[in-house]
């Protein structure tokens, strides 16, 4: 029998191996795809703070560093941010998770790739689609927005359309202002959600919008009158990929009895931006840790993954409740009006104000791994 049995081998995953691991407890990671997608469906922007606590440098991933952002909101105004005192990236994440798996294999952590999870007996024993069985004394889930070990518990994880974040996106070939970011909020090309441009250097971009589910649009034609609004219709695509992300509340309770949740399985996802992957790193090696505690009998509940988390829940939560009350276009761009206009003037007499909060409050979250 495993200590810890993780399903999912994305970064949520992989990290949760790799911090259980490193306590000497037993782990088995399955993971259903043979390798990481490449190119990775994710935008691939992330704060400097987290750049950090990866360590990129050390493993040689590409990143392409950010300092300005400019914003559209719908075709009313555009505002224009430089980030002077931290910085955003773009960077590989196909790199990056392959690194995590090489490394939760270096840990002599038991990968199971190209293998589907096809039941599971509680409390121990996962199935697998060759008919392997598997058992663990803590089970992981890391399996994303299916939260396959909720559906076979029978828990509620069905979500409401609205609550589902519906994204496309293309890897662009172009010409493109390498420093700068662009996001669009609302119409035309992103209703109720934004668009984004991230470039990953001077001559390719992840290109895509995402919006809420239930609303009717071709997002194929969207796309490309969005790329050719931001290339000047001179580009060439070079693939695109969907993919969807909770964008609901996160479970008020991230534990029951032997099983955890972590990233999107445990909707640890802004809900209004649809951005996950610092919130992945985090769950993931904050409950590796917590259950590799618990399996030394370090401390007496998996509970404390829950109450630790805390603040982070409650903050999603905040602004789950706040995405809620814009019911209409005018709520809306009032709203996003209103914080963007706060936003730049904040930005013009206190420099560097609100990069210095928000990057306070990402790192307040990263020191979770450093407890236990």
Known sequence: MYDVIIVGGNLSGAYAAIKASEYGVKCALIERHTEPYNPAHCGEGIADVVVNQLGLDNIGCNKNQIDRIKLNLSNIKE??????KHKLFIINRNHLEKHLLEKSKNSDVDIFLGRNVVDFNPPYEIILDNNKKLKGKIVIDASGIACRIGNKLKLNTKLKPEDVGICIQSRVKGSFQK?????WYHKPYAPFGYAWLFPIDSNTANIGFGIPGG???????TLL????????????ILNTFRSCVPMAPPMKKLSRNNIMFVGDAA??????????IHFAIISGGFAGKIAANFIKGKIKSLDSYTDEMQCIIRRLEKTYRNKTKLRNDEEFVS???KAFSKLNIANKILPGFFQNYVAKRLQNDINLLEKY
């Open 79 to 84: 505002y224009n941010y430089k980030l002077s």
């Open 179 to 183: 420093n700068c970011i662009h996001l």
């Open 215 to 221: 609303i009717k649009l071709d997002f194929k034609k």
């Open 225 to 236: 009158n969005y790329i050719n609004f931001e290339t000047n219709n001179n580009y060439e």
């Open 267 to 276: 909707r640890l996802v802004n809900p209004a931006t649809g951005a996950g």
């Open 335 to 337: 709203a996003y009006k």
